[in-house]
């Protein structure tokens, strides 16, 4: 009489399971932090009329460690996150921008200038890392320049975003002038440096620990 072989799953079976879990693991880790600075408000520092962020951090080294799909689920919350902070206690011209119920009226440009550019962070630094590494041959020199580079690229997708969303009737030069030039000057100079040094020191050791077997 044949015995059934209830054991369907492979070794490799297992293995993807337990690497899946611990990357879930990890994406919860990554939003409750994100959670808890937003809720805190020690991730959002107001600087006269723009908003300086550290939510972004998490979401670079996510990207980093598990991957862009991983990565753009913990960007999509990062996204959330900072739409109902702007809805509930937006502090600056600006935050009124980032949420759908603001004086702009327009809920449907406001949803994508939070969501987009977040989706996309969680992306890029994944493959921008898988580039340089190829290119430097240095661990910590790829993570640093993939961190650096994946939040300038953030400032400069939700400037842009920003411009041709709510600003377009305007002059380029006056809305440069009033607003791009602040949040350039103390918003993108503060979130890169901050990403280049806290992701480079949380990111390194992280990948270790996620492809240990």
Known sequence: MKTRNFDVFTSSDRVKARDDIRSLVLVGVFIAIMAVLTITNVGIITVNVVSITILHIPVIIASLTLG?????????????????????????????????????????QSIILCIGPRILLGILPFFIYIGLKKLFKKEHLSVAVSAGLSSALHTIMVLSLLYFLFFKDMSFAEVLKTVFLAVIGINGVVEMCAAILLCTAITIPLKRFVIKK
């Not at 702007?86 to 759908?100: I, S, V, Y």
């Open 68 to 108: 862009p799909s991983y990565g753009g689920i913990t960007g999509l919350a990062f996204g959330i996150m900072s739409m109902l902070n702007a809805t509930f206690r937006g502090a600056t011209p600006a935050d009124l921008m980032f949420t759908p119920f603001g004086p702009a009226n327009k809920p449907i």
